[in-house]
């Protein structure tokens, strides 16, 4: 499968977004997805995903309540919605597929195999 980001931008401090990752090759059902973000100089790290199996969804708690991630099978898209937007949430957001969870999602890197190239959001306050 491949997967391209976009929808990231500049916004104000409580602000939204939504980001989209369509996918190519493969439908979104066949795996587990997921978003992570990632800023300069530190590790990638895990904000949300769904399940291959039952539509299960999983945050950070830093962004539970405030970003909402979902699938379209027919558009073959995952989306997030991400609300009340904060300065820390500025990163480059990444888009990622895991083949082999049926239920529920990892939260580990490493877990994931294919990944959208990123798309950057910036908060400002």
């Known amino acids: 499968v491949q997967l391209q980001a976009s929808g990231g931008g500049l916004v104000q401090a409580g602000g939204s977004l939504r980001l989209s990752c369509a996918a190519s090759g493969a439908p979104v059902t066949r795996y587990a997805m997921g978003w992570f973000r990632q800023v300069p100089g530190k590790e990638r790290e895990f904000v949300a995903g769904?399940?291959?199996?039952?539509?299960?969804?999983n945050y950070a708690a830093s962004v539970k309540g405030r970003f909402t991630i979902s699938r379209d099978e027919s558009e073959n898209a995952l989306y997030m919605q991400m609300d009340s937007l904060k300065p820390e949430d500025t990163a480059v957001y990444y888009c990622a597929a895991d083949r082999n969870r049926l239920y529920g999602t990892e939260d580990a890197v490493a877990q994931y195999d294919y990944w959208g190239q990123g798309t950057q959001v910036t908060v400002s306050s």
């Open positions: 769904i399940s291959k199996v039952g539509r299960t969804t």
